[in-house]
Each structure stands twice: as structure tokens, then as C-alpha cells.
């Protein structure tokens, strides 16, 4: 079992700037992947950023080069940066980890329990 605990959302300005973090229970050098998603009021959970194993990210277009997605493997903790706010980027973001089990036959994915990021016109 593998427990995430999101911290940093609140209340911005338009143009401004939040860091989140995600501090995971276990080994995140061990995991697969993991990765940042927002879910807006009316909306579907959508993926914001992820990254691997290897080091590899991924971004959803309508935050590449305004969002950095990164860990500290010694800390547990994966963090988003998050520049040039907008207002459409106001939604509950959520972390989750990928984890292999069974000899890495297969995976479990685990969420944290989110954090409100708003953002003000």
C-alpha cells in the first residue's frame, strides 16, 4: 500500500506561481511513473504531467512551458511547479503513483486525496 499526501494548493492571482508537492510513503525510484492530475468542477480527470522511471516527462499541451514536473528521490516527493497562471487552471489537483507489483507483472495505481489550486482573473 502506498499512501501520497498533496500539499501547496491555495489561492493565486492570474500570472502568478504555486509549487505542489507530493510526498509518497514509499520508494518513488521504484515506481513506474508518477504524475500530476487536475479534475475542474463539471469535468474530467485529466493528466497535467507525468514523469518515469528514467527521468522522462510528459506534459498536457495547455501547460507545456508554464508547468515543470520533477522529484527528489531521496525525499519521496515529486513536485509541480507552476508558472503563469491561469484561470482555467483552477481545479483540484491530484497526485498519483504507478507501482509494480508482483515482479513488475503488474502495476497499482494509487491517488493522493488533492489539493484546491485557484486561480483568480
Known amino acids: 500500500q502506498v499512501h501520497l499526501v498533496e500539499s501547496g494548493g491555495g489561492l493565486v492571482q492570474a500570472g502568478g506561481s504555486l509549487r505542489l508537492s507530493c510526498a509518497a510513503s514509499?520508494?518513488?525510484?521504484?515506481?513506474?511513473?508518477m504524475g500530476w492530475y487536475r479534475q475542474a468542477p463539471g469535468k474530467q480527470r485529466e493528466l497535467v504531467a507525468d514523469?518515469?522511471?528514467?527521468?522522462?516527462?510528459n506534459y498536457a499541451d495547455s501547460v507545456k512551458g508554464r508547468f515543470t514536473i520533477s522529484r527528489d528521490n531521496a525525499k519521496n516527493t515529486v513536485y509541480l511547479q507552476m508558472d503563469s497562471l491561469k484561470p482555467e487552471d483552477t481545479a483540484v489537483y491530484y497526485c498519483k503513483a504507478r507501482v509494480p507489483i508482483a515482479g513488475g507483472v503488474w502495476v497499482n495505481d494509487y491517488w493522493g486525496q488533492g489539493t484546491q489550486v485557484t486561480v483568480s482573473s
Open positions: 514523469i518515469f522511471r528514467g527521468g522522462l516527462t
Open positions: 514509499g520508494s518513488i525510484s521504484n515506481f513506474n511513473a
